[in-house]
């Protein structure tokens, strides 16, 4: 009896033993998991949804974003709606999202006027990470932005730089909207290349000046702040009539482009038949001509149009707005300091002279331009927050848990002006560049990022670069430039889909060159 009354206690005892320690495993791993399992970055919580809108829709949402940054950290959420959206600004954690976990970050989160513009997401910019985005991209990389596919046009654009700069030399004296020229300098050029040989005719002035003013639109609507984007629950009601005007932009572009292919078309049949060789081809007919899938025989031309025509549209919207908007600040940041200004006018008197106009052969020499417009991204990058990223998995950086579907954006414009990584960096000084050859806009030193970096960074590099500095190159050496009487330079931005100048730059030119026959 006695002995069965001791082995049930010693039963009982190892029974509690091991559950003590099986409860002692469990809360143990339980705490583990806690500390192990990252949590969300620090952050806004519960605040009324009027706090969130007012910085959103105050249109300073980089600055916004970098005041807050001073508060929770180079990391930190803020909720809108029900949408997560990070924001990071520091050099580690925007390389951990670029770099090391590029895959997991290379998806894009388009907004609903972005959704209706790019053929259904048939574009570059905003595709999903995936097969058909690395086909597309590759093909625009290397046949399009090529040193040579760029050198073959080079023409087209110069014909377009030289009309501009008789233009301005025919009212030469009066003041001119320099943010405005160059935008249609841009969109014009960058028509000319894309279809340069199919746009001739009697009709080519009147349909681009209409294309002109419908991209111009566009580009509006995608920088505006859409409530729908934030509370898709409202999105049909379509408050800001956002999605109905970025649709009815897309139809006339759609037309617009429909019309264009369709010439291309024909114009190329015709040469055909009429057995004339070769001609020089312009972006547009590259493409027709490439075996985008490599399944041609499967495809219907609808469809194949149908990703030429998104391509066009990246080109279009990517090219334009951005590189104007650079022209802008760059020539206020030389009106603004005299000092450097000289220097570059006395860089482009010895490498080009005052009997020559400025050639792309040119570029490579001018390096002090060059560090102009470095330095000038730096402090006014025209897209400050990128172009948000989208984990397609939950991720982890710098320790924190950023979920699946949040919006990632990496705001390079706190990081391009902050002290701990810039001497003096509200100073304007372009010889940084020149002490420290080591930036360049490959996305590879993370202190500058204008470009953006990784597998997303921007596909036209090339073509900016060249556009940008031939176009600055071409109105600085042919003018000098000086601000009307009576008014000041001005430097407030105002963000949208580019960040621009509040208040256009408005200049006069002088012409400068040896002789009047150069303008033409
Ligand atoms: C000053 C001029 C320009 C600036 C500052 C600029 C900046 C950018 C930035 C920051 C991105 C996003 C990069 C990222 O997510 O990391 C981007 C993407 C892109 N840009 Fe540009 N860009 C410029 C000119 C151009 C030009 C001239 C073109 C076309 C010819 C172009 C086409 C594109 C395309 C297609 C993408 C999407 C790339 C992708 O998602 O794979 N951009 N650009």
């Known amino acids: ?206 349909l681009n000046l209409e294309f002109q003013q419908t991209v111009a639109e566009m580009m509006v609507l995608l920088g505006k702040a859409n409530i729908s984007d934030i509370f898709p629950a409202l999105a049909r009601f379509d408050a800001q009539g956002v999605e109905r005007k970025a649709k009815s932009c897309h139809r006339r572009i759609d037309s617009f482009l429909d019309s264009i292919i369709d010439r291309a078309i024909e114009g190329a049949a015709i040469e055909k038949q009429a057995g004339h060789g070769e001609r020089k081809k312009d ?70 002279g005052m009997n020559n106009m400025v050639e792309e052969h040119d570029l490579p020499k001018l390096t002090y331009l060059d560090a102009v417009i470095k330095e000038t991204f730096r402090l006014h990058p025209p897209l400050p927050l990128l172009v948000p990223r989208c984990p397609s998995q939950s991720a982890t950086i710098g320790g924190y848990k950023i979920p699946k579907g949040s919006k990632v954006f990496i705001n390079i414009w706190a990081i391009q002006r902050d002290p701990q990584l810039w001497e003096n960096p509200l100073q304007f000084k372009p010889e940084r560049y020149l002490e420290n050859p080591g930036f360049d806009f490959s996305g590879n030193n993370f202190i500058f990022l204008p470009f953006g970096s990784g597998r997303r960074i921007c596909a036209g590099v090339p073509l900016a670069e060249r556009m940008l500095k031939y176009v600055l190159a071409a109105l600085l050496h042919s003018f000098d430039w000086e601000l009307p009487e009576g008014t000041e330079l001005e430097f407030s931005d105002k963000f949208g889909i580019v960040v621009k100048k509040v208040k256009p730059l408005v200049a006069i030119p002088r012409p400068k060159l040896s002789k009047p026959e150069l303008y033409q």
């Open 1 to 206: 009896m006695e002995n069965n009354a001791s082995n049930g206690a010693s039963a009982l005892a190892v029974l509690l033993t091991v559950l003590s320690l099986v409860f002692g495993f469990l809360a143990a791993l339980r705490r583990w998991r806690n500390t192990a399992d990252p949590v969300l970055p620090p952050g806004l919580r519960g605040l009324p949804l009027v706090g969130y809108l007012i910085p959103f829709l105050r249109q300073h949402l980089h600055r916004e974003f970098a005041k807050l940054a001073e508060i929770y950290g180079p990391i930190y959420k803020l909720w809108l709606g029900n949408k997560l959206w990070v924001v990071i600004s520091s050099p580690s954690l925007a390389k951990e999202i670029s770099r090391d976990q590029d895959v997991v970050f290379a998806n894009r989160d388009a907004t609903i006027a972005a959704s209706a513009v790019t053929f259904g997401g048939k574009d570059i910019a905003f595709a999903d990470y995936g097969p058909y985005w690395r086909k597309m991209r590759k093909i625009f990389v290397r046949e399009m932005m090529s040193s040579s596919s760029l050198d073959a046009c080079y023409s087209l654009r110069k014909e377009e730089v030289k009309k501009c700069i008789n233009n301005l030399h025919s009212n030469a004296g009066s003041p001119v909207d320099l943010g405005q020229l160059s935008l249609f300098l841009l969109i014009n050029s960058i028509m000319a290349m894309l279809w340069g040989h199919t746009g001739e005719g009697d009709k080519r002035e009147s």
């Open 283 to 352: 972006i547009l007919q590259l493409f027709l001509d490439l075996d985008i899938d490599g399944d041609e025989d499967n495809r219907t031309s609808t469809t194949k149009n149908r990703e030429i025509k998104a391509i066009l549209t990246d080109i279009l919207v990517g090219g334009t707005d951005t590189t104007s908007t650079m022209v802008e600040w760059v020539m206020s940041e030389l009106l603004q300091h005299k000092a450097v200004s000289e220097k570059v006018m006395e860089e482009l008197t010895e490498v080009v």
